[in-house]
């Protein structure tokens, strides 16, 4: 079983990415960077935006790793949704990618996955 959370983008999420469909969708076919979890269980512990301001992402994700805690639901891997990646390569987003996965890494000891769904 693998237990993850989902960051997204706020600005992205349920506007041009409406209910997060594709993440679902991809999830239930183990499609893009869920396809790691073949064969396994897939646990979604959170879904969380990233407060619409690249400095709020880190503090973010520490209030989901505390409430997860605080409910008995913590989760192993983080995935930066496809929606931020996309915001950095297609928009003025100015969120470092993989320097966000080093900090989350460094500072939550998590598995950090950039990417969710592959459309
Ligand atoms: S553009 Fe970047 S900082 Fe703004 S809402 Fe999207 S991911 Fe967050
Ligand atoms: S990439 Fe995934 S998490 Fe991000 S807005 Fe789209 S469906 Fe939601």
């Known amino acids: 079983m693998a237990r993850i959370i989902i960051i997204s983008c706020k600005k992205i999420k349920d506007i041009t990415c409406v209910s997060c469909m594709k993440c679902f969708k991809a999830i239930q076919e183990r499609q893009g960077e869920f396809a790691r979890y073949q064969?396994?269980?897939?646990?979604?512990?959170?879904?969380?935006?990233?407060?619409?301001?690249?400095?709020?992402?880190?503090?973010?994700?520490?209030?989901i790793s505390d409430l997860a805690k605080a409910y008995g639901r913590d989760f192993d891997v983080i995935h930066i949704g496809t929606c931020i990646v996309k915001a950095t390569t297609t928009a003025k987003c100015p969120i470092d990618v993989e320097g966000l996965a080093e900090k989350l890494r460094a500072k939550f000891g998590k598995e950090v996955v950039i990417g969710t769904h592959p459309w």
Do not use: N, R, T
Not at 40 to 60: F, S, Y
């Open 39 to 63: 064969g396994q269980e897939l646990d979604i512990v959170a879904m969380g935006d990233c407060g619409d301001c690249p400095g709020l992402v880190m503090p973010k994700v520490g209030l």
